[in-house]
């Protein structure tokens, strides 16, 4: 029997389900009534036993259509064949009664692992729901390999039990530790301190500050939602490079003496090496010193909004000041999270990964630097529509409704 329930039993029985996600929680319930959708939960029972449940929520496309959709899916055992049949059977009722036209859902069900040795995606049992939800009259949905779908289609995770900073890629390592001895410090902010990741993120996507404050509102209001800061400090900064500038240099008088008594080409890349770096220190000595004179001897450059459910930490949105990229604060922000989380913690989310490996990818660069910290990486299935009307969903697919609701670059 399908029925509604109320926020409570849906939390109890939401809480510790293997499925369970900060987007079926009713503080994401909470902060999507902030952009006009309706919600509601729905519990299945078996012999008086809750065995399947799920935040539903509503928005209008037209005047007279609504569509639902159920984030991240359905919490319910997915090989419970007989399950997911009557559950899909009294939802379609449920549904219809509501004169709602359509059901989307993108279930955590995992079809691909990513090894990230050979850079292969290894099939998971999983790929045999794509016919099961078909022959229940769920529509598969294209797959997209970047990011179309409502939600990540590719996803990653960090595994803080079993993170090793040795184990991380030698690009991330050496731009971690350089980021380390330029003086940055992560911060744990407030609310107050909202307006200055918004100037790190309005540049990378189209939502507005009310769209991150009804979200730090929603979760923070039950202490799920953490914001940190990345502040660089100059007089660290400049006294790490000073540091670094005389031990350079006097490894730099010891190669050029080498060089001149014996000119290999050994010696020659050593010392022209090391004449860079000196370069390098002497212009972190003077982007420091510029602060000094400006009296900024402190600059917030990066920050991150995490939500935390469960066993796992979620950087929902982080951002960067790209005027400062050589100082890797984005590097240094993801370390520090994976090192403030890892004792009370299962897994750092990523909160999004494309499949798309190739240097052409208009992602590459996201990619790269996500991969770089090792992530489990899996691909889910992907978005289904269960079509409630006929006649109204395909004349949404003609008129080019749906694609303006759910096209993210419309």
Partial sequence: M?????????????????????????????????????YDYLGYYENNQLVAATLMIYKNITFTSKYAYAPRGFLMDYQNLNLLQ??????????????????????LLIMRKYDPTTKALTYQEATN??????????????DNLYFESSL????GYIDLKKYKFSNLNKNTRNKI??????????IQGTREDLEIIY???????????????????????????DLFLVKVDYEKFMANAKNAYEKELEKNNIYNEKLKQNPTEKNLRQKM?????????????????????????QEYIAGALVIKTKDTATIVYSGYDKRYRHLNANYFLHNALINYYKDNYDYLGLNGLTGDFTSNNPYHGLNEFKLGFKPLFYEYIGELDLIINDKVYDNLLLTGKLHQIFDKNA
């Fill in 86 to 107: 009557n559950f899909t059977k009294e939802l379609k009722k449920y549904l219809k009664k509501k004169k709602i036209v359509f059901l989307k859902i993108d279930p």
């Fill in 177 to 186: 530790n350089n980021s380390i001895k330029k003086g940055l410090e992560l």
């Fill in 152 to 155: 990540p289609r590719f996803d």
């Fill in 2 to 38: 399908l029925k509604e329930i109320t926020m409570f039993e849906f939390q109890d029985f939401a809480q510790d389900h293997p499925l369970a996600s900060l987007y079926q929680t009713p503080n994401y319930a909470i902060f999507k009534s902030e952009d006009d959708f309706d």
């Fill in 199 to 225: 100037k790190f993120l309005e540049k990378q996507n189209s939502h507005k500050f009310k769209h991150y404050n009804d979200l730090y509102k929603a979760f923070a209001s039950d202490n799920l939602m």
């Fill in 273 to 297: 090496l090391s004449d860079k770096l000196l370069v390098t220190y002497k212009n972190d000595i003077m982007a420091a010193s510029s602060k000094y004179t400006d009296n900024e001897l």
């Fill in 129 to 142: 729901y794509k016919n099961i939800f078909e022959d229940l009259g769920y529509k598969k949905l294209k």
